[in-house]
Each structure stands twice: as structure tokens, then as C-alpha cells.
């Protein structure tokens, strides 16, 4: 097959021999398109291989991160300096990978091989090899220098050239008849000191990026170990191991075989004995410098390759080498990428879902202003009330409690900027029954029924005049009450705040969500409903404030729960008196007695005191004191928390009442009276432009998806790309 092309120019710069020309296939399957050779020239494998590659084109091309969609791939790990660039190059047939000391591989290389059936003419000049860089565009690159430059040109540009590295990956296709179609991805080089001007750090960036690629369970681990260096030592197996601990993703590659002694333990390890991969154990030879400085050709690094393993090592040797590694490797993406279809369909079917749903939140373009701006504002009330009843879900961030238990381990200070936050789903309703908790039942709780009682003896003692009263004096109880109340003031109109601050987030979050492609009106409606909520927070204070007065006005000695509670404790003192008396018939002094904590013991003392009380026994007037005061703070708490038990049923009707519903019920007529107007709704409803590239992108990402799914079914099916 030939291809017609007409030159554009030629690029002479810094002796580059790059050959600039319209548009070549990206792939096998765009040749097919093209009509220009036979699909039944490929075999079963490069067929399944081309389709991986294809996908994988699909989704770079598209920008979808191996997160969204991970597609099975082998990774390349190794060491500095164990001979994994001409590993790669070997594989390739071709000299394009940067060389030299330290680090030179600083960013994730994902180098695409694609098999070509015939070379492709250009000017006169047939070319069976060429290059193209996924951020160069169009642009072909038909020597191999050139593309090394490159790599190293673009690592600079994005890492610095202070030896720092980078985890966005540089993405290459290799074009030629001489490879198969084949994806490698090839990472820094395992180092363990900084040399020169590294960063101090560098060891464990690179382990980090390293982990992150190979830890994926569609990643084909392709540990590289230099067979001249002890390979219990080898740094690819052990972190392979790590995240493989089964092997059964990992296939080892045993680099300069020739530098290896020749004795059990060599042959050993050759053979696979030594090592727990299932994948296998494959060496391969690499160059010399001199090779390289000559600039040996591949094809005779290959044949000399073979040589030596048949020369040493005869049993193995047709396990061994570079082109026996080819093809494991091909046929190992294979079975991988069959294993991995049903698991990858799911996966793309869910983005297509995940798509959908945004584009179904983000509504289509408007065509009539005064429609949308009606159903807009009817689809926020409308989720603010689902929300309250719990059947609407919004996004807020919280403090990450892994993070929040590891700094209270370690006694880390942190600060509030630096605490981790994650986004956690939620609703109105649930974030109000918090409220409701925590500001009712738990802090009116905690408010201790006989504070202020300390010095209840002598209050009693001050209202009684110069003669002692024969009972308990009203006066007394109802006035220590009403202090007694007056602790719920400030704390029930704390729950009143926290109930409405809770609310005004709900609105801001809802209307965020309802309301995101139109910024403007986000802000307004929020405003207003807030606005509208401030005003119902004064209407429930003033009635919180009313309801406690009410309380406070009339004492009420005759509640039921106040008689009942009474009489079922006077009943159990008591009998506690009963009790007591049989064990103790001559004890008198029941004061230091009550002051114990233990309710037990305080209903003991106090059914003495109240036992002797009705049978008149003689008492002092100190014991009389004593008995008075024990009896008011009795009657006290009790009544405190009839009180309080009626306030922390009553805070959360008022706020629902004055606050929720009202809300709810007038938040539609309010906002389409403020915002419905002609001038508004043309200044209201102007799309942001961050939802116009959001629909865009989330549109574009659907054709992607279906295309994938379509290539993912034809690889199910055992059909070639179309």
C-alpha cells in the first residue's frame, strides 16, 4: 500500500532530521478505515493488541486519567542502570530512548508500538518506521534522534532540568512493520541516593510513582534486575512483591546475562528456581558501550543474543532473549486483557452513567428564558423540601477522621487550614436532627439540676422571717425555681441559631447544586431565601423567648408529674426508712449521709427524714434546717427537669413551625416575585462558562465510551477493529 502525500517542510534545527507531512494513521484500525490493506493480514493477536491500543488512543486523546478507566498495560520497573532502556529498545528495534548518568527517564513514558503491514511512502522515500508524540500533534518524526531529543526537550519543559521528576506521562507512538502492536509503560529508575543536584527526596518520589502504576490490578509488572548484581537485591522484585504478593502479575526479566558467572547459582536463577513469579523469568543481553558508540545495529545485538544462549545455556535457550520475551509479553497482555473484559465493560458502562447524570443535572441549552427560570426556581424549593425530609442529598467537606484520630495519636497540632477535609454526602434533615441532638437533648442535658443550690438552707432561712414557718415555704421554692430556669435562656436560643446556621448551608448547598450553570441566579435565590429564613429566626426566637416566660410565671405544684414523681419518692424513702430502721433503729444523723453522690444512699436519708418528719419526732432546729433543705432541693430538681424534659420537646417544634415550614411553604411566590422579571431574568440566566465546558466535555466523553464499548465488544467477540 502507498500513501500519497505531498511534504510540508523539513525541520533542520539542532541537526534534526524530522520530516514534517500531513496526517498518518494513528493505527492498524485507521488503515482498515482507509481501505488500504486487508484485515485478514493480521493475525488473532495483533488484532486483540491494535484494539488495545486503540482504546488506549481513545481515552488519552480524550483526557480520561487511568482512575476513571484503567486499562490493562505492562509497566516497566527497574533500577538505574540495570539496562531496562535497552530492554525497551530491544523490543522496539529501534535507538530512541535518552542515555546517560543519573536519572534520565524523570517522567512516565508510554510508549505504543503499532504494527504497520507495509512501509509507507513519502516524497520518493519509503519509510517502515516512524514516530509521533501525543503532544505534538500531527507532527511525524521518521529519525530516531529526533524523537530522543524530544523526550528529553519535553521532560525539561515540564520537570525542570533539575533532575526533579513528574508523573504526567509523555505518550509516544511507534510506528513500524518490524514490531508488534504492543504498549510498555516505562517509569523512572529505582535509585537510592540523590547524586548532584536530585532532590534529597528523590528515592522515595520515584517509589512512589513506581507503586502507583504497578499497585493497579490490570498493571502486567515487568521487573527488570541486572543479572550481574545478586537479585535478592533487586529493588523491581521486592516493591513487585509488595503489591503482588501472589506474582501472578509479574513476569521478571534478567538483563546482561553475558556478565553473569557461569555456575549452579546463574543457572539457577535462569531457570526460574529462585524467583516466585508465575509469568516466568526471561534473560536478555544488553549492549556494551561499545555497541552502543558504534552504534551496533539491533538486529545483530539479537542474533548475538541467541548465540550465547545457545552456546551456555542449550536447555534454556529457547526461553530465552529478547524475541522470546516479545512474544511472552504479547501473549500475556492477551490472556490479561481477556480476564479483564467483563470488569473493564462495567467500568465504562458506569462513566457512560456517571456522564449521563451530569448532563441530566446540567439540563440542555436554554431556549425559553421565562420556562427555565420558573423550573429552576421550583427545582430548588423542591429540593430544599426533599432535603429537610431527607429524600435530597447535597456534598459538604469534613474533617477526614482517619486524619483528625492519626493527629491526636501522635499529638499533632494542627492547625484549621491544615486539617484534611473529604466530601461527605448528606441532607437538611439530617443535618437539623444534629442540631436537634446535640443543642437539645445533649447540652440541656448536661445543665446540673441542683446548681445553685449550694446555699439552699440559708435562702429558706432568710424568707422565713422571725418565726420559723411549720412548712415549706412557697415563696422560697418559687423563686429558687424561676433561677433554676433562667439557666435554659441562653441555651435554647443557641439551639435556635445553630438550627437556623444549619438551614442557611442547606440553602447554599442546594442552591449550588440546583442551580450551577447559572451563577448569578445562585447567588440571588440564596440571598433571598436567607434573607427570608433571617426573619423567621426572629419570629421563632421571640416565641422560644415567650414560651420560657410562660413558664417561669406560673409554677405549677399540682403538675402531674410533679405530684406523681412526689409521692412514688416519698413512697421509697420510706420503705428505705423501714429498712434502715431494723438495721440501725438508734442512727439520727442523716445529713452527712445524703451528701453521698449515690441516688441510692440519698433516697435512704431523705425517707428517714421524711419518716420522722410525720411521726413528729423531736428534732433540733439545726436537723429541722437540714430536713427543710433536703426536701426543696428534692422538690426543686424534680421540677427543673419536668421543665426541661417539656423545652427539649418544644425547640424543635419551633423551629420546624416557624422556621422550616414557612420557608418551604413561601419560598416559591417569594423568589418568582423578587427575581420573575423581564429585566432580571435576561441578566439571571447566563451560563457559566465552567457548566458550558462541563456539558461539552461530559457530551464528548459519551462518544468516547461508546466507541470504547464498541471496541471493548469486538475483542469479546474475537472481531478485528473497524
Same mark, same amino acid.
Given at each position: 500500500a502507498v500513501v500519497s502525500t505531498q511534504s510540508t517542510g523539513t525541520y533542520h534545527g539542532n541537526s534534526f532530521n524530522m520530516v514534517l507531512f500531513p496526517k498518518l494513521p494513528h493505527s492498524i484500525g485507521d488503515l482498515f478505515s482507509a481501505g488500504q490493506i486487508d484485515q485478514g493480514c493480521l493475525n488473532s493477536m495483533d488484532r486483540f493488541l491494535a484494539t488495545l491500543n486503540k482504546l488506549q488512543d481513545v481515552f488519552t486523546t480524550a483526557g480520561v486519567s487511568s482512575k476513571e478507566i484503567d486499562l490493562p498495560q505492562i509497566v516497566v520497573v527497574g533500577s538505574q542502570s540495570t539496562g531496562k532502556s535497552s530492554v525497551l529498545e530491544n523490543i522496539a528495534k529501534q535507538n530512541f530512548l535518552p542515555r546517560g548518568g543519573g536519572i534520565v527517564t524523570r517522567r512516565p513514558l508510554v510508549l505504543q508500538m503499532i504494527q504497520v503491514p507495509e512501509e509507507v511512502e513519502i516524497n520518493g522515500v519509503e519509510y517502515d518506521t516512524w514516530a509521533k508524540f501525543l503532544h505534538k500533534g500531527d507532527e511525524c518524526y521518521t529519525d530516531m534522534n529526533c524523537v530522543q531529543e524530544e523526550i528529553i526537550a519535553d521532560t525539561d519543559r515540564k520537570?525542570?532540568?533539575?533532575?526533579?521528576?513528574?508523573?504526567?506521562?509523555?505518550?509516544?507512538?511507534? #510506528?513500524?512493520?518490524?514490531? @508488534?502492536?504492543?504498549?510498555?509503560?516505562?517509569?523512572?529508575?529505582?535509585?537510592?541516593?540523590?547524586?548532584?543536584?536530585?532532590?534529597?527526596?528523590?528515592?522515595?518520589? /520515584?517509589? =512512589?510513582?513506581?507503586?502507583? #502504576? /504497578?499497585?493497579?490490578?490490570?498493571?502486567?509488572?515487568?521487573?527488570?534486575?541486572?543479572? *550481574?548484581?545478586?537479585?535478592?537485591?533487586?529493588?523491581?522484585?521486592?516493591?513487585?512483591?509488595?503489591?503482588?504478593?501472589?506474582?501472578?502479575?509479574?513476569?521478571?526479566?534478567?538483563?546482561?546475562?553475558?556478565?553473569?558467572?557461569?555456575?549452579?547459582?546463574?543457572?539457577?536463577?535462569?531457570?526460574?528456581?529462585?524467583?516466585?513469579?508465575?509469568?516466568?523469568?526471561?534473560?536478555?543481553?544488553?549492549?556494551? *558501550?561499545?555497541?552502543?558508540?558504534?552504534?551496533? @545495529?539491533?538486529?545483530?545485538?539479537?542474533?548475538?543474543? %541467541?548465540?550465547?544462549?545457545? *552456546?551456555?545455556? @542449550?536447555?534454556?535457550?529457547?526461553?530465552?532473549?529478547?524475541?522470546?520475551?516479545?512474544?511472552?509479553?504479547?501473549?500475556?497482555?492477551?490472556?490479561?486483557?481477556?480476564?479483564?473484559?467483563?470488569?473493564?465493560?462495567?467500568?465504562?458502562?458506569?462513566?457512560?452513567?456517571?456522564?449521563?447524570?451530569?448532563?441530566?443535572?446540567?439540563?440542555?441549552?436554554?431556549?425559553? @428564558?421565562?420556562?427555565?427560570?420558573?423550573?429552576?426556581?421550583?427545582?430548588?424549593?423542591?429540593?430544599?423540601?426533599?432535603?429537610?425530609?431527607?429524600?435530597?442529598? #447535597?456534598?459538604?467537606?469534613?474533617?477526614?477522621?482517619? &486524619?483528625?484520630?492519626?493527629?491526636?495519636?501522635?499529638?499533632?497540632?494542627?492547625?484549621?487550614?491544615?486539617?484534611?477535609? +473529604?466530601?461527605?454526602?448528606?441532607?437538611?434533615?439530617?443535618?437539623?436532627?444534629?442540631?436537634?441532638?446535640?443543642?437539645?437533648?445533649?447540652?440541656?442535658?448536661? +445543665?446540673?439540676?441542683?446548681?445553685?443550690?449550694? %446555699?439552699?438552707?440559708?435562702?429558706i432561712r432568710s424568707t422565713s422571717g422571725v418565726q420559723p414557718a411549720l412548712f415549706l415555704p412557697d415563696g422560697v421554692f418559687n423563686t429558687l425555681i424561676v433561677k433554676q430556669l433562667d439557666m435554659f435562656d441562653l441555651p435554647a436560643q443557641h439551639a435556635i441559631t445553630k438550627s437556623h446556621s444549619c438551614i442557611a448551608e442547606a440553602i447554599d448547598s442546594i442552591a449550588a447544586k440546583s442551580m450551577a450553570r447559572y451563577p448569578k441566579l445562585e447567588r440571588e435565590a440564596a440571598e433571598i431565601s436567607k434573607d427570608y429564613l433571617a426573619k423567621q429566626k426572629k419570629t421563632a426566637q421571640d416565641f422560644l423567648e415567650e414560651y420560657l416566660a410562660v413558664e417561669k410565671s406560673f409554677i405549677n405544684t399540682n403538675h402531674p408529674e410533679f405530684i406523681e414523681r412526689y409521692q412514688v419518692a416519698a413512697a421509697l424513702f420510706a420503705e428505705a426508712e423501714k429498712e434502715h430502721q431494723k438495721k440501725r433503729?438508734?442512727?439520727? =444523723?442523716?445529713?452527712? &449521709?445524703?451528701? =453521698?453522690?449515690?441516688?441510692?444512699?440519698?433516697?435512704?436519708?431523705?425517707?428517714?427524714?421524711?419518716?420522722?418528719?410525720?411521726?413528729?419526732?423531736?428534732?433540733?432546729?439545726?436537723?429541722?434546717?437540714?430536713?427543710?433543705?433536703?426536701?426543696?432541693?428534692?422538690?426543686?430538681?424534680?421540677?427543673?427537669?419536668?421543665?426541661?424534659?417539656?423545652? &427539649?420537646?418544644?425547640?424543635?417544634?419551633?423551629?420546624?413551625?416557624?422556621? &422550616?415550614?414557612?420557608?418551604? *411553604?413561601?419560598?416559591?411566590?417569594?423568589?418568582?416575585?423578587?427575581?420573575?422579571?423581564?429585566?432580571?431574568i435576561a441578566e439571571l440566566l447566563q451560563e457559566s462558562e465552567k457548566v458550558g465546558r462541563k456539558r461539552q466535555a461530559s457530551s464528548k466523553m459519551i462518544k468516547v465510551l461508546l466507541e470504547a464499548e464498541k471496541l471493548v465488544s469486538n475483542i469479546a467477540v474475537g472481531r478485528s477493529i473497524e
Open positions: 520537570c525542570g532540568s533539575n533532575k526533579g521528576i513528574s508523573d504526567d506521562p509523555i505518550h509516544l507512538k511507534l #510506528y513500524s512493520t518490524k514490531i @508488534p502492536s504492543l504498549t510498555l509503560v516505562d517509569l523512572p529508575g529505582l535509585t537510592k541516593i540523590p547524586v548532584g543536584d536530585q532532590p534529597r527526596d528523590i528515592d522515595q518520589k /520515584i517509589e =512512589n510513582l513506581v507503586r502507583s #502504576y /504497578i499497585k493497579k490490578d490490570n498493571s502486567i509488572i515487568l521487573a527488570v534486575s541486572a543479572g *550481574n548484581v545478586d537479585i535478592a537485591n533487586s529493588d523491581a522484585l521486592r516493591l513487585a512483591s509488595q503489591v503482588d504478593p501472589s506474582g501472578s502479575r509479574t513476569i521478571a526479566v534478567i538483563t546482561k546475562c553475558d556478565l553473569m558467572e557461569l555456575n549452579e547459582e546463574s543457572a539457577a536463577v535462569l531457570h526460574g528456581t529462585s524467583v516466585d513469579v508465575k509469568l516466568g523469568l526471561i534473560g536478555v543481553i544488553n549492549r556494551n *558501550n561499545r555497541q552502543l558508540s558504534e552504534h551496533t @545495529p539491533i538486529k545483530e545485538i539479537l542474533a548475538l543474543e %541467541e548465540d550465547y544462549f545457545l *552456546n551456555h545455556y @542449550p536447555a534454556i535457550a529457547d526461553r530465552m532473549g529478547t524475541e522470546y520475551l516479545t512474544s511472552q509479553l504479547c501473549d500475556i497482555l492477551i490472556d490479561h486483557l481477556k480476564r479483564c473484559l467483563p470488569m473493564l465493560s462495567e467500568k465504562i458502562a458506569g462513566q457512560q452513567a456517571l456522564h449521563r447524570d451530569i448532563l441530566k443535572d446540567i439540563g440542555e441549552e436554554t431556549s425559553d @428564558p421565562n420556562q427555565a427560570m420558573i423550573l429552576m426556581l421550583s427545582h430548588f424549593t423542591d429540593n430544599l423540601t426533599k432535603s429537610i425530609d431527607g429524600r435530597y442529598t #447535597y456534598t459538604v467537606m469534613r474533617p477526614d477522621p482517619s &486524619v483528625a484520630k492519626q493527629a491526636f495519636s501522635y499529638n499533632l497540632a494542627q492547625s484549621a487550614g491544615d486539617t484534611a477535609l +473529604i466530601p461527605e454526602d448528606t441532607s437538611a434533615g439530617a443535618e437539623l436532627f444534629e442540631v436537634f441532638q446535640k443543642e437539645c437533648t445533649d447540652k440541656l442535658s448536661m +445543665i446540673p439540676a441542683d446548681k445553685n443550690l449550694r %446555699e439552699l438552707k440559708k435562702t433503729p438508734a442512727e439520727r =444523723n442523716s445529713l452527712s &449521709v445524703y451528701t =453521698n453522690t449515690e441516688p441510692s444512699v440519698k433516697k435512704d436519708a431523705l425517707g428517714r427524714l421524711m419518716q420522722k418528719y410525720l411521726q413528729g419526732e423531736t428534732a433540733t432546729n439545726e436537723e429541722r434546717a437540714n430536713k427543710e433543705a433536703e426536701l426543696m432541693e428534692m422538690l426543686l430538681i424534680h421540677y427543673f427537669c419536668i421543665v426541661r424534659a417539656h423545652l &427539649v420537646d418544644m425547640i424543635p417544634k419551633i423551629v420546624m413551625k416557624f422556621m &422550616v415550614r414557612k420557608l418551604t *411553604n413561601n419560598l416559591t411566590p417569594i423568589l418568582i416575585k423578587a427575581l420573575y422579571t423581564e429585566e432580571k
